[in-house]
């Protein structure tokens, strides 16, 4: 099949848990036998929409990626107030519901026409992520021309209860979900009826870090760390781990370190056994996993999280934030981490897995084996592929 992928963002200087799963599933459905192209900004941060990447046509990993230059920057200090005063009044009018979703960004111009142009030379468009105007646009370009899958990677957040997005929700021929959580929320939220499925994300089950070398290159030496990967930004858990942390070394004093991993949003305080790598490559990422003796998933929304199959690929036991319905369900189906919610829970969790190997080996075996059986790229691919021949005919 000739396929369509819209995501806001794309490229492998991209570190963003959507963005990356659309560039992963874009990749394998390649490598499978179909013909896909990208239509996305040329921005890597969702931050302020920076253009980054020339515009056109360019290809990346047997994909071919369309890209549009961004209409214009995110202003914070006037976005900042629109979506405190839209997203506190869930009456607010309609009117100014479409000028947030405008300020929320990316808005690509020329990006409408292009796809109600092209969208017929598709077999199927996937729209992934519903928060961003090119899936909003999008949708209500080609619903009715083309078959279409939305992939929401919605959680429970004040956008998703918007009646901007009502109609939006609607509109695609199937939906697909990462979890079962995701599923029902959305099915609560907006009473779809469209086909649905839900595949999750495929990892590579290849051990491929190297602990030595991160060690080596930020200065980390034999010290135990727990690791966390992942924007650092208050809306993921970031400041809350931090504050745990340092508390949790206060109580226990020792040689335990923290190390986070990811682009940062609002950095954090310095402190001495807090290692701050940000931005990094894939590799460098697998590398700080493969050393750590827990990783930590500290977000209160994740509609999946990519970093906690990672982890268990690589045979890692976990702490998840148990207030995310997501991470506690996955922590509960898989038996290979403990869901925590507060310091207290957070304390008796970390000393458990790092005073017990018993119970590090246990959650380290059982979230492999869960990782295995459930999101091995082949057991993902063909659950999706048995959502496209739900679609109709174009």
Not at 185 to 212: H, I, N, S
Not at 357 to 366: C, Q, T
């Amino acid at each position: 099949m000739k396929l369509l992928s819209v995501v806001q963002r794309y490229g492998v200087e991209v570190f963003g848990g959507a963005e990356q799963f659309a560039r992963k599933m874009a990749t394998q459905l390649v490598g499978y036998g179909h013909e896909v192209d990208v239509a996305t900004s040329c921005a890597t941060s969702y931050y302020d929409w920076a253009d980054y990447y020339e515009p056109g046509i360019s290809e990346l990993e047997g994909v071919n990626i369309h890209r549009w230059r961004v209409e214009h920057p995110r202003h914070h200090e006037v976005f900042g107030a629109l979506n405190a005063r839209v997203l506190t009044q869930r009456n607010s009018p309609e009117y100014l519901q479409r000028i947030w979703m405008r300020e929320q960004g990316p808005v690509l111009p020329d990006f409408e026409a292009w796809l109600f142009e092209h969208a017929t030379d598709y077999d199927a468009v996937i729209f992934s992520t519903y928060l961003y105007w090119p899936t909003w646009a999008g949708l209500l370009q080609v619903s009715r021309r083309v078959p279409t899958i939305l992939y929401p990677l919605a959680h429970d957040e004040p956008a998703l209860q918007l009646p901007l997005f009502d109609l939006m929700y609607r509109l695609p021929s199937a939906l697909a979900f990462l979890t079962e959580e995701e599923q029902q929320l959305v099915a609560r939220r907006f009473a779809t009826k469209q086909p649905t499925a839900v595949t999750g994300v495929g990892v590579d089950l290849e051990p491929r870090g190297d602990d030595q070398r991160f060690r080596e290159r930020y200065e980390v030496g034999e010290r135990p760390y727990i690791v966390c990967v992942g924007r650092i930004d208050p809306h993921k858990g970031s400041e809350e781990l931090f504050d745990f942390f340092v508390t949790y070394k206060q109580r226990n004093p020792g040689p335990l370190a923290l190390v986070v991993v990811g682009e940062p949003v609002r950095p954090l305080p310095e402190h001495p056994d807090v290692i701050v790598t940000g931005f990094v490559d894939e590799s460098t990422k697998d590398d700080a996993v493969a050393g750590a003796a827990v990783s930590v998933q500290p977000s209160y929304f994740e509609s999946f999280s990519m970093v906690l199959t990672e982890a268990w690929a690589q045979e890692k036991p976990a702490l998840v934030n148990g207030h995310s319905s997501v991470l506690s369900g996955q922590a509960h189906r898989s038996g290979g981490a403990l869901p925590y919610r507060g310091f207290a829970e957070f304390e008796a969790a970390l000393d458990m897995v790092i005073n017990d190997d018993g119970v590090a080996e246990r959650l380290a075996r059982s979230g492999r084996a869960y990782t295995e059986r459930r999101y091995a790229w082949p057991v993902v691919m063909d659950r999706f592929e048995r959502l496209l021949e739900t679609l109709p005919q174009a």
